[in-house]
């Protein structure tokens, strides 16, 4: 459930400079391939732990119903607008009385429609991640994904030193959430 790798935003240059330290490197020839296993390694992390990590902007297309619907992405910070759209493929903007949103102790986002009139599908348009930023993520996320961005740099030439180390999922368990089905 990851987004593509290029839609992350920027990696902050401390967060390259951690790497070079994490790998003994003290030139920044590499730092454009660093990044990308930084962004590589952050994917990971957002797959094994079920969260998005940094705030970002998403767009889920749900069916049109009067029950509660779960959004798909967590934890969920803020539900920004919802549109009915129509079979035809055009949207139209809801009027708040029209739909019911919660935000649960868990992070998780729901909506219901308050009245069926036809629409077939809504989007909701809302934001979700861990923390605003990389600065602000935990400790334990942010170090895991540094460890990880290392391990893809010293096996970068396909030489595989036994996998990915065992420190990184001891690191990102705690933030680590299940869902079933």
């Not at 030193?161 to 089905?181: K, Q």
């Amino acid at each position: 459930m990851s987004f593509p790798i290029a839609d992350w935003p920027d990696v902050p240059a401390d967060l390259i400079a951690e790497v070079r330290d994490f790998i003994r490197i003290d030139h920044q020839a590499d730092d454009a391939a660093i990044d990308a296993f930084l962004r590589s390694a952050a994917s990971l992390c957002e797959d094994f732990t079920g969260q998005m990590l940094i705030a970002r902007s998403v767009t889920d297309m749900l069916p049109a119903r009067q029950v509660w619907q779960k959004l798909k992405r967590l934890p969920v910070q803020s539900i920004s607008a919802v549109e009915r759209v129509a079979a035809d493929g055009n949207p139209s903007i809801l009027a708040v009385e029209d739909y019911a949103v919660d935000i649960d102790s868990d992070g998780i986002g729901w909506i219901k429609l308050q009245h069926g009139d036809g629409g077939s599908r809504i989007r909701v348009a809302y934001s979700a991640g861990v923390a605003p930023d990389w600065g602000d993520l935990p400790a334990g996320l942010r170090q895991g994904i540094v460890r990880m961005a290392g391990y893809f740099y010293a096996n970068r030439d396909g030489v595989d030193a036994g996998g990915p180390p065992s420190a990184v999922t001891a690191l990102w368990r705690p933030y680590r959430r299940m869902r079933i089905g």
